[in-house]
């Protein structure tokens, strides 16, 4: 079956530093991936998305790319800020009618000022 | 605004007993999903439907129940067969069959069994 598998948190960075949270996957075909961002309290927010091999998503300074040799889609930040604190999930969805997503179990970031 | 509501926020309940969750969306998505949150568990899908008056169990059905009436609802019932109940449920919903397609989430209901 699709599985998504996430680095264990919480990673604690000071403000400004380079952000990496490792994500492997393991799914047949060619599903697309995702990464979601949760604060404290609220719901999930759609961080950026790639469909197919090679593709880069990109949103608010935050990068991933779809690596199908490595099967792999670790987010990337250049220079972290304290509101960037948050749960970060990576998923995937394997097509097949409906949209149904497979989730990992969450990376917690913490910056510092 | 287009978006997803979730209500309450927090809701208590005593054992033995059921109760609904609400979920209603005005972005006029076929699709609407229900998942339930632990800490360190990630995200597991309780039940979907694509369209109204058709609904799907997911990986974690057991003790729950749903209805989809309306395109815009879709609540959530947690009978009182669930075992563990507490737990903090998101109800999310998309436009099915499309590859680009998105999930957008509501800002989550936090059930508390006492």
């Known amino acids: 079956g699709n599985s998504v598998t996430q680095m264990e948190g919480p990673v604690t960075l000071s403000e400004e530093a380079f952000l990496t949270i490792n994500c492997t996957y393991t799914?047949?075909?060619?599903?697309?991936l995702f990464w979601y961002v949760q604060y404290p309290g609220e719901g999930l927010q759609l961080l950026l998305k790639?469909?197919?091999?090679?593709d880069k998503g990109s949103n608010k300074g935050f990068e991933a790319t779809y690596r199908k040799e490595t099967t792999s889609f670790h987010l990337e930040k250049g220079s972290v800020q304290v509101s960037d604190s948050a749960v970060y999930f990576c998923?995937?969805?394997?097509?097949?009618?409906?949209?149904?997503?497979?989730f990992g179990k969450g990376t917690m970031l913490l910056v510092s000022p | 605004d287009g978006g997803i509501t979730q209500s309450p926020k927090y809701l208590f309940r005593k054992e033995g007993q059921n109760v609904t969750l609400s979920c209603e969306q005005n972005?006029?998505?076929?699709?609407m999903y229900w998942y339930r949150q632990d800490p360190g568990q990630g995200l597991r899908l309780i039940y979907y439907?694509?369209?109204?008056?058709?609904?799907q169990k997911g990986d974690i059905a057991e003790g729950y129940s749903v209805s989809r009436e309306k395109k815009e609802s879709f609540p959530l019932t947690v009978t009182s067969a669930q075992k563990n109940p507490t737990a903090f449920y998101l109800c999310?919903?998309?436009?099915?069959?499309?590859?680009?397609?998105?999930?957008?989430f509501g800002p989550g209901t936090r059930l508390t069994v006492l």
């Open positions: 999310a919903s998309s436009i099915p069959g499309q590859f680009e397609s998105t999930q957008y």
């Open positions: 799914a047949t075909g060619y599903p697309s």
């Open positions: 790639a469909t197919k091999a090679d």
């Open positions: 998923a995937l969805r394997k097509y097949s009618g409906y949209s149904t997503l497979t």
């Open positions: 972005l006029n998505h076929d699709a």
């Open positions: 439907s694509q369209i109204v008056n058709d609904f």
